[in-house]
């Protein structure tokens, strides 16, 4: 998850520098998407780490000679971990007010 996080947040940066090293709005709009899809599956890796690391701990905790420290301690630094990744992924979606949120249109639905 951190790694998800922290390349979440590196994204951010460079669409930062696309954005500003590029004038023709269907460029920027472009390197946006880009950077949606590249942030989309981040957000995918740190899901499916916050699953497997999640079960380990229900699955330790479970165990008859489990530490409730370790399990409280592991609970923790997880709960963190996702928060600072929700954190990430909320302010990439503030990032761009100028873009206007995607709507469907009546004909694909």
Same mark, same amino acid.
């Given at each position: ?39 989309? @599956? ?5 899901? /499916? $780490?916050? #699953? &497997?690391?999640?079960? =380990? ?26 928060? @600072? ?5 909320? /302010? $990439?979606? #503030? &990032?761009?007010?100028? =873009? ?10």
């Amino acid at each position: 998850m951190e790694r998800a996080t922290k390349r979440i947040e590196e994204l951010g940066g460079i669409l930062d520098r696309q954005l500003t090293d590029e004038s023709r709005e269907e460029e920027q709009l472009k390197h946006l998407r880009q950077a949606t899809g590249q942030i989309t @599956r981040c957000a995918n890796d740190g899901i /499916q $780490a916050y #699953r &497997r690391v999640s079960r =380990a701990v229900q699955a330790e905790a479970a165990l008859a000679d489990a530490d409730p420290d370790e399990v409280k301690s592991a609970t923790k630094v997880l709960a963190d971990a996702r928060a @600072r990744m929700l954190t990430a992924l909320d /302010q $990439a979606s #503030r &990032r761009y007010p100028w =873009a206007p949120p995607w709507r469907s249109s009546p004909d694909l639905e």
